[in-house]
């Protein structure tokens, strides 16, 4: 089945401890990107990759890195988390970027306190 | 600034009417133009896609019209079912410095009644 995973689905974490939320997809899509959603704000977008080795930044890249070493794979990395970060993460991907339909994985609610 | 904007008052119609969700945007200049629908606490799920040339596109009972001298676009659902009941995103592509991003309006929540 065609799909994009994220793990973990939800995660509580405590300021300042590392934490890596991984996006795999099976559809051999080039573009892969972040979004986080918050109430009142909507989806921001927070890093995309064009291709392998291939990233930029979103709207909100502040206090996030990412790597696309692999097709398939867009971990999300937070070195230090806030309780800013507290929000809901999707993983999108698509065929060859922006002027195709965006799959998006099932989201990662992460609480950091 | 680049700003998308659409209904930020939730659209309540009764079943088997039409929904209309409207979604403008400024300082932009999309080659395309996409819809998802948004259930809570799940991802977004691609319903339609507009490129600038096309004035309209139809799928099933969704319609779409992408007016690029008004900087609209508008989202119609026909014979609505209670089961449309959903937050509808419109997104826009932006060029950057290194290729396109995609960015999202907040969103119209839509709740069709029996």
């Known amino acids: 089945e065609a799909q994009v995973t994220q793990n973990p689905r939800y995660l509580i974490t405590v300021t300042g401890k590392k934490l890596t939320v991984t996006c795999s997809q099976n559809?051999?899509?080039?573009?892969m990107s972040w979004y986080r959603q918050d109430p009142g704000l909507g989806l921001r977008q927070i890093y995309y990759s064009m291709n392998v080795e291939v990233t930029d930044k979103g709207d909100v890249p502040e206090g996030y890195k990412v790597s696309r070493k692999e097709k398939r794979n867009f971990p999300l990395i937070l070195e230090s988390p806030s309780p800013n970060q507290t929000s809901l993460y999707f993983c999108?991907?698509?065929?060859?970027?922006?002027?195709?339909?965006?799959?998006f994985g099932p989201g990662t609610r992460l609480t950091v306190l | 600034s680049q700003k998308i904007e659409q209904n930020s008052e939730a659209l309540n119609i009764q079943e088997g009417k039409t929904a209309t969700l409207t979604c403008n945007y400024t300082?932009?200049?999309?080659?395309?133009l996409q819809w998802y629908r948004q259930d809570p606490g799940r991802g977004p799920v691609f319903l339609l896609l507009?490129?600038?040339?096309?004035k309209e596109k139809r799928k099933e009972r969704l319609k779409v019209t992408f007016d690029t001298t008004l900087k609209q676009s508008l989202f119609h659902i026909t014979a609505s079912q209670p089961a449309d009941s959903a937050t509808y995103l419109c997104?826009?592509?932006?060029?950057?410095?290194?290729?396109?991003?995609?960015?999202f309006g907040k969103g119209t929540s839509l709740l069709v009644t029996p």
């Open positions: 559809m051999n899509h080039e573009y």
């Open positions: 300082n932009y200049s999309p080659a395309y």
């Open positions: 999108a991907s698509s065929l060859a970027g922006v002027t195709h339909e965006q799959f």
């Open positions: 507009i490129r600038e040339n096309e």
């Open positions: 997104a826009l592509d932006m060029y950057t410095n290194s290729g396109y991003a995609l960015n």
